[in-house]
């Protein structure tokens, strides 16, 4: 009975997939009614400016005389520079914290926030890679993060076209409520941890030990076992789902861009994630190049091989069957041609309005790649179709596996 009710639910699945992939999906974009957009001035002095453009170190204070967002002046507490690859790019990436809380609006809606991140996407191809996956991350309830475009102005010249987002410690400690987070070098480092306030020392030294354990039930135990063990400390379903996302867009480097977050409505610890950082959407390889990947990982469906625990689940017969039908779940949700449609719409809607002034793309000049509102608008096209064509892949993995 059972056999006949999986099988029953593979073929649902199939049906389902088929159904949304079965003719060519061409992306129709219309030009955008709203062409507002938000400007953020920085008035910084003169000396620093001449210095903004070469490799700074990350984390580097700059000294700001004034700040306005929209028409709104802003009193500023602290702004730093951010991100170890992006602080070597002439585009520089910020860290802000202002003195009050500013309530922002875009299309994802209102947020009050007092901390914030400027990205200034230079890795970012286009510059909606990122916006992409942060809203697919939404869309599958993994992480709801507060973003939008904006233009930064310094000293009066535009910087260009950044991504203004909420920072994904708030993710975790405001929206979640979470006492602690912890961001991962891989699953068995910590790189950074932060704490709510008045977190207990003792909750402390447990969030740190659960996080230790992962990597030890995949030393010690196998099968339903450490199904089990896993999911009492991870929520897997979550991590299956940022796991399965990036195979689906192919993305080259994240096994160091999560954040592990303790969630608050269980007795134990058992953590939840919050995603970050999604420049190295649709690469040809992994991180660790093709040639290791598939010495480790074969056929499996798992993009990047680097971090143990991703092994763990690709070489664990019962764990990788609970990845694979968890993929299976998700797959009509994560590629209807319908839903992408109309977000790949509304990055357009709200990205091509800051296209408008040359000065705010012809700097791309200095990104990984340069950018234009022609080619902008034909890599969107392009990197809808192949998502739809990635998903007829994926679907005839899925018959396989």
């Given at each position: 009975?059972?056999?006949l009710?999986?099988h029953?639910?593979r073929?649902l699945?199939?049906?389902?997939i088929g159904?949304g ?8 974009l219309t030009p955008?009614?709203d062409?507002h957009y938000?400007?953020l001035?920085?008035?910084i002095p003169r000396?620093?400016a001449?210095q903004?453009?070469?490799?700074l170190?990350?984390g580097?204070?700059?000294?700001v ?6 028409d709104?002046?802003v009193?500023?507490?602290e702004?730093k520079?951010r ?5 070597f790019f ?9 003195e009050e809380?500013?309530e922002?609006?875009s299309?994802q809606?209102k947020k009050k926030?007092?901390r914030f ?5 230079a890795?970012?191809t286009?510059y909606?890679?990122n916006?992409?996956a942060f809203?697919?991350?939404h869309?599958?309830k993994?992480a709801?993060?507060?973003?939008q475009y904006?233009?930064?102005h310094?000293n009066g ?7 203004l987002i909420?920072r994904?410690?708030?993710?975790a400690?405001k929206?979640k409520?979470a006492?602690?987070v912890?961001?991962?070098l ?14 207990p020392?003792?909750?402390e ?6 996080f ?10 196998h ?18 789902s940022?796991l399965?996302f990036?195979y689906w867009?192919?993305n ?7 954040c ?5 409505d269980h007795t134990?610890?058992?953590f939840g ?6 420049d190295?959407?649709?690469t040809?390889?992994?991180h ?8 480790r990982?074969?056929?499996a469906?798992?993009y990047?091989s680097e971090?143990?625990?991703d ?7 019962v ?6 039908e968890h993929?299976?779940k ?12 109309e977000i790949f ?5 709200d990205?091509?309005p800051?296209y408008a ?9 200095h990104d990984r790649?340069p950018?234009d509102?022609k080619?902008?608008?034909?890599n969107?096209?392009?990197?809808y179709?192949?998502l739809?064509?990635r998903?007829?892949?994926i ?7």
């Amino acid at each position: 009975m059972l056999g006949l009710k999986y099988h029953c639910s593979r073929i649902l699945f199939f049906c389902l997939i088929g159904s949304g992939i079965c003719s060519q999906n061409v992306l129709h974009l219309t030009p955008p009614v709203d062409r507002h957009y938000l400007i953020l001035d920085m008035e910084i002095p003169r000396s620093v400016a001449r210095q903004i453009h070469e490799p700074l170190r990350s984390g580097s204070n700059i000294p700001v005389q004034r700040m306005e967002i929209g028409d709104q002046e802003v009193q500023v507490k602290e702004i730093k520079t951010r991100g170890k690859s992006s602080a070597f790019f002439y585009r520089k990436s910020f860290n802000v914290q202002l003195e009050e809380a500013f309530e922002f609006e875009s299309s994802q809606g209102k947020k009050k926030m007092k901390r914030f991140y400027l990205l200034a996407q230079a890795m970012d191809t286009h510059y909606f890679r990122n916006y992409f996956a942060f809203t697919m991350m939404h869309e599958l309830k993994v992480a709801k993060y507060y973003f939008q475009y904006a233009e930064l102005h310094l000293n009066g010249v535009s910087e260009g076209i950044y991504l203004l987002i909420e920072r994904p410690y708030d993710v975790a400690l405001k929206d979640k409520d979470a006492p602690m987070v912890i961001r991962r070098l891989e699953s068995r480092r910590i790189d950074k941890e932060k704490l709510n306030k008045k977190v207990p020392a003792a909750l402390e030294k447990e969030t740190k030990k659960a996080f230790a354990a992962i990597p030890d039930f995949c030393k010690t135990l196998h099968g339903q076992a450490l199904y089990d063990s896993l999911n009492r400390y991870l929520d897997l379903e979550d991590y299956f789902s940022w796991l399965a996302f990036n195979y689906w867009a192919k993305n080259g480097d994240y096994t160091d861009e999560v954040c592990y977050y303790v969630q608050p409505d269980h007795t134990n610890i058992r953590f939840g994630i919050v995603p970050w950082d999604f420049d190295d959407l649709l690469t040809q390889q992994p991180h660790e190049g093709l040639d290791l990947r598939n010495k480790r990982f074969g056929d499996a469906m798992i993009y990047s091989s680097e971090d143990f625990l991703d092994r763990a689940i690709a070489e664990d017969s019962v764990l990788y069957a609970r990845y694979l039908e968890h993929f299976r779940k998700i797959l009509p949700k994560m590629t209807n041609p319908v839903r992408l449609q109309e977000i790949f719409s509304q990055i357009y809607q709200d990205l091509e309005p800051l296209y408008a002034l040359p000065a705010n793309y012809e700097i791309s000049a200095h990104d990984r790649e340069p950018t234009d509102p022609k080619a902008m608008k034909e890599n969107l096209g392009k990197v809808y179709s192949y998502l739809n064509k990635r998903t007829e892949e994926i679907t005839r993995q899925l018959e396989v596996n």
